[in-house]
């Protein structure tokens, strides 16, 4: 119920007026016509998303698609928010038609069509507000993400070193096992 109620919401701004005029012309005109599922793994939620000329429909259930698109949220939210970057589209699993994605693809990381759109769409002042806000923490992100990669890095190639191998630890504890099992025997000779 709450799904469809979103759909029907999402529908409504979609189908806008305002939105519809928004958009950049041709912006939709390649994958015009086309069905594409798009996956969020992590939640376990599909949404349907149907083209017809300058619209964007969401449906909550189609049989047939040209293609699907899988992928966690997180995936999703770095893909559009690194404008098409190679590391996140690689995390993102397509099946059916490949033409099909890659037009999504394109205009998903056409981001002068999208700004072009949203700023068309909240106003030039408003747009340029939220567009510092989003450079902002844009690049505290991109610090964020490079810390990370830096510090697993750094792990994975010093850190790991130190750590004992296999047969490290199997020597170790056989030297345990002598150690105890002499300590025994003395303890045994002690009481004696």
Known sequence: MIKEEAIKTFNKFLASEKFISSMP?????????????????????????????????????LNKVDVEISSSLI???????????DTYSSKINISGDIETANKFNE???????LR????????????ARIESIFSNVSSKLSKFME??????????????????S????????DEVD???????????????
């Open 75 to 85: 995936n999703f939210a770095f893909f559009l928010l690194s404008r098409g970057s």
């Open 147 to 164: 810390n990370k990669q830096k510090d697993m890095r750094d792990y994975l190639i010093h850190d790991l070193r130190i750590l004992p």
């Open 107 to 113: 205009i998903l990381s056409k981001s002068s069509e």
């Open 178 to 192: 002598e150690v105890k099992s002499r300590t025994e025997k003395l303890i045994k000779k002690i009481k004696r």
């Open 116 to 127: 072009e759109l949203v700023s068309n769409y909240i106003g030039g002042e408003n747009f």
């Open 166 to 173: 296999k047969s490290e630890v199997e020597k170790f504890l």
């Open 25 to 61: 012309k041709n912006f939709l005109e390649d994958i015009n016509g086309k069905k594409i599922k798009i996956n969020i793994t992590d939640i376990e939620q599909s949404v349907f998303v149907s083209i017809e000329g300058k619209k964007i429909i969401l449906i909550e259930k």
